[in-house]
């Protein structure tokens, strides 16, 4: 299932994106993590078949295996079984294995040549007058020119999870060519994830930099209490470039795979001492300062502040992070229940807002540690909320009874909402508004359908309903650089991209939408 899907922005990845350099002291440490992950997975688990178990049971015990020889001899020498093994073996005729015969040699000659070079027309390609090119260096130069990512490709990410394994991958999606080629979306790279993905967000700040670059950078949360930040530009990364939060535990000490399993008993005991250090008096893990205590729902960058990233958490928290020095510089305690969604505001870098399992949703001034917020109560559980781009002091909040309510900021907490709309059946999880039409909102939900509402006049109304054929739809999202581009994803695995303007109702609107601006 793909739980989360975001656009990046087009320029943003490195035209080649390169292999990350592991030293011998890592890889070593990776193997040894590895193998105890096995043995710990292998002591709880039985073996497939009792076949299985008595070859591994033989293997382990050489008496075993030599008792299983001495009853085969026996069993051949019996009446009858020597005259049978006897019979198979002549016809075999392994005596003569190594002795072809004449017209064997002359066939195989004939296929596969003799082996002496004499008898070759060329000694290398160089000298074949029809290879006109070295077909082995343009193949690999042609792989190596089909991974790049090219100015007019779009990046996709989405969280994917399946058959327990949980990843974030990198699709790329190649617009359609001038010569009517239809469009490609493939998986480019992907992302070992520790645990189910909840949330991601891109960024451009790197870590430790002082601002001085900007990277291509994601920020994943799951259901552990870390937050980590990984190189969108690094092939095959083994570990995140930052990790927000999270338990004080050191991976190799989590194992106990620092040292070779032949260690002493000293060096044991020393060890199981270290662990005992990463939990309180009640046995509860010791988390790093500023870290969440739970999962981690959701996540947004502030593009007004680069350096700063909001997370909400299933420990009915939000935080503030300075990505600079992955250090959390706030919190805020004003729910009651898990966080399902933070977001800032695109036009006020210290504006955020919240929306929670407690039925409300809140907008903080993070300048005044969370103190100044607005509360608005909703009757239900927030699924997400997201602030209007077209008119960014108002904001919407999807909810679990398949509500959605709009809001305008300026009322303040006593306001009313500006419209109610009873869009899905179900659960929405997803709002988005369109970059290239002003009020144009598009809504998915858990009842496998996408919806797209006109909501001018503050009167909402639908214009087209499309059922993807994804099963339940976790995520959607118009993309920013191609304003009509629409990406949906969910229960199924699979993800879907398209052009909104395919649809009859939608063309007609967005062209007369776009004519007035």
């Not at 991974?147 to 790329?172: C, G, P, Q, Y």
């Not at 559980?381 to 960014?392: L, S, T, Y």
């Not at 002091?393 to 300026?410: H, I, K, L, P, W």
Request: hydrophobic share 35%; proline share 4%; net charge negative.
């Amino acid at each position: 299932m793909i739980s989360a899907l975001g656009w990046v922005p087009r320029g943003a990845p490195k035209a080649r994106p390169r292999p990350e350099d592991l030293t011998i002291e890592e890889a070593e440490g990776m193997v040894r993590v590895r193998d105890q992950w096995e043995r710990q997975r292998g002591d709880g688990r039985t073996n497939g078949s009792e076949d299985e178990s008595m070859d591994e049971d033989e293997a382990e015990d050489p008496a075993k295996a030599v008792a299983k020889a001495k009853q085969f001899a026996k069993m051949i020498q019996t009446e009858g079984g020597k005259d049978d093994v006897m019979d198979a073996m002549a016809e075999l005729n392994m005596d003569a294995y190594d002795e072809d015969g004449d017209e064997e040699r002359i066939s195989a000659a004939r296929i596969f040549g003799s082996g002496r070079p004499g008898d070759m027309a060329f000694q290398s390609n160089e000298e074949d007058p029809y290879m006109k090119h070295n077909t082995w260096e343009n193949d690999r130069d042609s792989d190596e020119e089909d991974f790049d990512v090219k100015d007019t490709d779009l990046m996709l990410l989405a969280a994917r999870n399946e058959d327990d394994v949980s990843h974030l991958e990198a699709w790329i999606f190649e617009e359609e060519g001038e010569d009517g080629d239809h469009g490609n979306l493939y998986v480019h790279h992907d992302i070992m994830l520790p645990s189910f993905p909840l949330a991601f967000c891109w960024m451009d700040w790197v870590p430790r930099s002082n601002g001085t670059q900007k990277g291509n950078l994601v920020a994943v949360s799951t259901f552990e209490p870390a937050i980590e930040l990984w190189n969108l530009d690094m092939i095959d990364a083994v570990e995140p470039v930052g990790v927000l939060g999270g338990i004080d535990i050191p991976l190799e000490e989590a194992f106990d795979v620092s040292k070779p399993d032949d260690v002493d008993k000293k060096a044991k005991k020393k060890a199981s001492r270290k662990k005992k250090k990463q939990v309180d008096s009640q046995g509860q893990p010791s988390f790093r300062a500023g870290s969440h205590e739970d999962a981690v729902m959701s996540l947004s960058w502030n593009n007004l502040c680069r350096n700063i990233l909001a997370s909400g958490s299933a420990d009915n928290t939000a935080k503030v992070w300075d990505l600079e020095t992955l250090a959390c510089i706030g919190t805020g305690k004003h729910h009651t229940g898990k966080v399902q969604s933070v977001t800032w505001s695109p036009t006020d870098g210290n504006c955020l807002l919240t929306g929670s399992y407690d039925e409300t949703a809140a907008v903080i001034d993070t300048r005044e540690s969370f103190r100044s917020k607005n509360v608005w109560n909703l009757g239900a559980d927030v699924e997400q909320c997201a602030w209007d781009i077209h008119n960014p002091q108002c904001f919407v909040v999807s909810m679990e009874d398949g509500a959605v309510n709009y809001y305008d900021t300026r009322q303040g907490k006593k306001g009313k909402p500006l419209w109610k709309l009873a869009a899905h059946s179900k659960p929405v999880c997803s709002v988005s508004f369109c970059w290239g039409c002003t009020n144009l909102m598009a809504t998915s939900s858990i009842d496998k359908t996408v919806k797209f509402w006109d909501i001018s006049d503050y009167k909402p109304e639908l214009v087209s309903t499309i059922q993807p054929k994804q099963g339940a739809l976790f995520a959607a999202t118009f993309c920013k650089d191609q304003p009509f581009l629409f990406a949906a994803g969910g229960e199924k695995g699979s993800m879907k991209v398209w052009d909104i303007r395919i649809d009859t109702s939608l063309e007609k609107l967005v062209t007369a939408r776009t004519a007035k601006q």
